[in-house]
């Protein structure tokens, strides 16, 4: 059998640690952003997960990025950082 070699597409040089932020309590109250990553029916999934997440008492912000290809713009991750207690992002496929 011959070698195998695992390639990694993020052209990672070392890893990256980073700690995680605690979860929310609870969503009353809380501003929660959903990230459409422009796939298609990305937007039906946030519309029922919105439904949902009004439900839980949260207010909810809508962002979409302008293509699945790429990361967002730096502008769209700053507003969601800055105006987010929370963010969902939505992956269609």
Known sequence: MSERILLD???????AIR????????LSGRKV???DISKARGDVFLDRLQER??????????F????FTKPAP?????EIATSCDAVIEALAD
Do not use: I, M, W, Y
């Open 33 to 35: 952003g959903l990230l």
């Open 53 to 62: 997440v009004e439900a839980a008492g949260a207010d909810v912000l809508r």
């Open 9 to 15: 597409p993020t052209n990672e040089q070392s890893l």
């Open 19 to 26: 700690e995680r932020v605690a979860r929310l309590g609870a």
């Open 74 to 78: 730096v502008d769209l991750r700053h």
């Open 64 to 67: 979409k990025k302008p293509t």
